[in-house]
């Protein structure tokens, strides 16, 4: 079964708000990651957070972490045009393998 | 900082024919990763290697192979190319097992 799920797939808000996608996996992790994609180009990582932190922050950036719950979030505050990119959730289980989610499409809207 | 650099970063190859895609990772990570991404999917792992030896194995072709040099640039060989094979193909590298950081892709298409 698919590690990683987000949801939701789609995401369409206003420049200024907030923004909030969730990720759910089913298996144990070690670290859980987030990256951003912009149409057809590259991922770019934006933050990592380990299966022992709770919350974590970066710039606009804040991702939570529950274990017990199996699921992150990561939230972007104060949106911009920039930010409208696809956004995947990625587990590992403490060696090589990432697994991703099917990922949030973000449009933020001037 | 130097990044992951991939090459070619498109590539356009009839069916049948064979392609390979290199890689050359951040300097000193020790793991690279190869991705597939098709149009709207998510990215599937295919091959993964820790210090030149293949690590993990995921939904790889039998017609795909790759390989980790003493350099540490991988390339990914493709052969009998279908027309599903067309797609975003991603290498990743790490350090100790710490955030993967990924080249911009080549996008292959098959025609």
């Known amino acids: 079964s698919q590690q990683g799920e987000e949801d939701p797939q789609a995401l369409s808000i206003q420049e200024g708000e907030n923004a909030t996608m969730n990720c759910s996996y089913k298996t144990s992790i070690n670290n859980l990651q987030w990256y951003r994609q912009n149409s057809g180009r590259g991922l770019v990582h934006l933050i990592l957070?380990?299966?022992?932190?709770r919350e974590k922050h970066s710039g606009r950036l804040r991702v939570t972490l529950d274990t017990s719950k199996k699921s992150s979030s990561l939230l972007i505050t104060a949106s911009r045009a920039a930010d409208t990119a696809s956004y995947f959730c990625a587990t590992d289980k403490g060696y090589s393998t990432l697994t991703f989610g099917k990922g949030t499409m973000l449009l933020v809207s001037p | 900082a130097a990044g992951v650099i991939q090459s070619p970063r498109h590539l356009i190859k009839e069916k049948r024919e064979t392609a390979t895609l290199k890689c050359y990772p951040i300097?000193?990570?020790?793991?690279v990763y190869w991705y597939q991404q098709g149009p709207g999917q998510d990215p599937q792992f295919l091959i993964s290697?820790?210090?030149?030896?293949?690590?993990d194995k995921g939904s790889i072709p039998d017609r795909f192979s790759a390989q980790q040099f003493s350099d540490y640039h991988s390339e990914l060989n493709m052969s009998s190319l279908e027309l599903g094979d067309s797609a975003l193909y991603f290498c990743?590298?790490?350090?100790?097992?710490?955030?993967?950081?990924f080249g911009q892709g080549t996008r292959l298409t098959v025609v």
């Open positions: 300097p000193r990570h020790d793991t």
């Open positions: 990743a590298s790490s350090l100790e097992n710490t955030e993967a950081f």
């Open positions: 290697f820790y210090e030149k030896m293949q690590s």
């Open positions: 957070i380990r299966s022992n932190e």
